[in-house]
T-cell receptor
């Protein structure tokens, strides 16, 4: 079945550093979504991408829909303590419109 | 406007019992999707309902079922509970397959 490979699995960074994570697949997707999940809560949508090559920003977050439609990345600039959490990528499959999630990237910020 | 509401937040059941979880989508949203989240498997798609019809289904056994009412509220039922069904169950609503908004989830523990 279709899978999303999200990397890295976890990251330890210093406050103020930039962060980059990505998702790749052997299958193409129509839509890429990036979510953040805090403990005990549901994922919250950060950025949605609907067109190949699209680059979208939301504050300090920037995400791109890969030109091949098989990948996407998320960058966070100048990280702050509240960025801690698990980040998920998700793709909408063109064949049957299912949302497939990556396994998540757990972001830790060192004091 | 109110977000996605899931009830109950926490539930403890014993093996063999059945359980019903409820999800009230954002007003005006007609699509409701359900996901199971476990540490080992991540977020796995269960099913999606749109205008009271199941539009998509994941790869879960028939013990997992759902329905959607005319006011778009949705329920998910799991029969003959197994220990492995312990998970966070999340529902997400959208207008129609864009910008899914998640609820806070129902944490089900099967003992």
């Amino acid at each position: 079945g279709q899978q999303l490979n999200q990397s890295p699995q976890s990251m330890f960074i210093q406050e103020g550093e930039d962060v980059s994570m990505n998702c790749t697949s052997s299958s193409i997707f129509n839509t890429w979504l990036w979510y953040k999940q805090d403990p005990g809560e549901g994922p919250v949508l950060l950025i949605a991408l609907y067109k190949a090559g699209e680059l979208t920003s939301n504050g300090r977050l920037t995400a791109q829909f890969g030109i091949t439609r098989k990948d996407s990345f998320l960058n966070i600039s100048a990280s702050i303590p509240s960025d801690v959490g698990i980040y998920f990528c998700a793709g909408l499959t063109p064949r049957d419109d299912k949302i497939i999630f990556g396994k998540g990237t757990r972001l830790h910020i060192l004091p | 406007k109110a977000g996605v509401t899931q009830t109950p937040r926490y539930l403890i059941k014993t093996r063999g019992q059945q359980v019903t979880l409820s999800c009230s989508p954002i007003s005006g949203h007609r699509s409701v999707s359900w996901y199971q989240q476990t540490p080992g498997q991540g977020l796995q798609f269960l099913f999606e309902y749109f205008s009271e019809t199941q539009r998509n289904k994941g790869n879960f056994p028939g013990r997992f079922s759902g329905r959607q009412f005319s006011n778009s509220r949705s329920e998910m039922n799991v029969s003959t509970l197994e220990l492995g069904d312990s998970a966070l169950y999340l529902c997400a609503s959208s207008l129609d397959r864009e910008g899914y908004t998640f609820g806070s989830g129902t944490r089900l523990t099967v003992v």
